[in-house]
Structure formats: C-alpha cells, structure tokens
C-alpha cells in the first residue's frame, strides 16, 4: 500500500478547477500523469483530490550554459539530484472529502467551494483512498469536460490506477464497470467512446 503521507510538493497556485504544485527532481516516489493526489481543504478534516495531468521541467539557467557542451557525469548527476530542479506539476479537481481518517469520512466527486492555500503540501493519495474516491464514478464527467488537460488519456490511465489499487481478483469488475459507465455517458459519441475503451484495452493494468 502507498504511503498516505507521501509528499509530491507545495502548492504554487491554485483555483477552484485545479492548482500548480512545485517539487523537486522526479524520483520513483512520485506520482506521474493520472495519478490521484490531495491537498488539505481548509475545514480541518477536509481534502481536495485531483489528478496529475501535467508535468513540465521549467527553464534552468545552471543548465543553459551547458547546453551543446558534454558536461561531466558528476556535474550531471549533481543537476539531477542535489539542485531544486525546477518542477511544475498541474493537478485537475476532481473531488472534496470530509471527515478526513476517520470512520464518517465522505467522498464527493464535485469541484471544491475553495481551492487549497499557497505553499500547502500536495500527498499521493494511498491505495485506500484509491478505492474510496473510485468506489463511484462520478468523476468521469470532470475529467471529461475538462478543458486543459488532455481528458481522455488522463480518463483512462487513473482507471489503470484505481484498478491497481484493488486487489487482483476485483481489477477485472472494476474496469468493466468503469467501461459501462463510459457507454452511458458517451452513448451519442461512440467515437470517443471507442477511443477511451481501446485506450484501456492497449495497456496492461499496472
């Protein structure tokens, strides 16, 4: 199970669709593209969840000045781990939760009233919370609408993700109701129907 605290970065800017989250260099830890992610909402026991859509690199004067020259490994390497790489990963709204950790908590797949302050913590959600936000779909809706991240992809890689979350012999449910549900709203575009059920076919779930 991923650890409930883990965190991705700070909050650099935030609306009420979505927020800017700075971090240091990528590691292994932390969440890529369609990943789920909370920020604490500002009721004590609230939570903002999102969805990593984007993840960019920003410009790095250090580096400019090695551009076409072959630096040494070690100044590489230092770049890579030791500097404040400078990285901006943008997370769509997806949902608020109540109750946070304990027995009354509630998911609500909604835009939050307010968006999450400056310089709070963003945290990888755990499996568990996974499969609490995931345990209806109402979600499908905001991401599909959504006007800046590129909807379908991110749609069908956090359903690869809430089906990882689960365990093995209940991935399989999960995806076709994911699926049904998929029908249901997209009945009168079985185009972009048909893209986001081959999306999930052509992976494996991880």
Not at 55 to 66: G, L
Not at 128 to 138: N, Y
Not at 162 to 180: H, I, T, Y
Not at 192 to 203: A, F, K, N, P
Request: aromatic content about 6%; charged content about 30%; overall charge negative.
């Amino acid at each position: 199970m991923s650890d409930r605290n883990l965190r991705v970065g700070r909050v650099l800017r935030a609306s009420s669709r979505g927020f800017v989250i700075g971090c240091r260099v990528m590691t292994p830890d932390i969440p890529a593209f369609g990943s789920f992610v909370r920020a604490d909402g500002l009721a004590p026991g609230s939570a903002i969840y999102g969805l990593i859509y984007d993840v960019s690199v920003e410009d790095d004067p250090f580096v400019r000045q090695f551009i076409g020259a072959d630096p040494p490994d070690e100044i590489i390497q230092d770049q890579r781990e030791n500097r404040q790489v400078p990285i901006e990963v943008s997370v769509l709204a997806v949902g608020v939760g109540q109750g946070l950790g304990s027995n009354d908590e509630t998911v609500r797949h909604r835009l939050p009233a307010q968006p999450p302050v400056t310089l709070d913590w963003l945290y990888q959600c755990s499996d568990e919370e996974v499969q609490a936000f995931t345990a209806r779909l109402d979600y499908f809706r905001l991401v599909l609408e959504a006007r800046d991240a590129p909807a379908d992809e991110l749609l069908a890689t956090s359903l690869r993700a809430g089906a990882a979350a689960r365990p093995e012999r209940e991935r399989e449910d999960f995806l076709v109701g994911a699926g049904r549900e998929l029908a249901r709203l997209l009945a009168g575009d079985p185009v972009r129907l048909e893209g986001l059920l081959r999306r999930l076919r052509s992976e494996e779930t991880p």
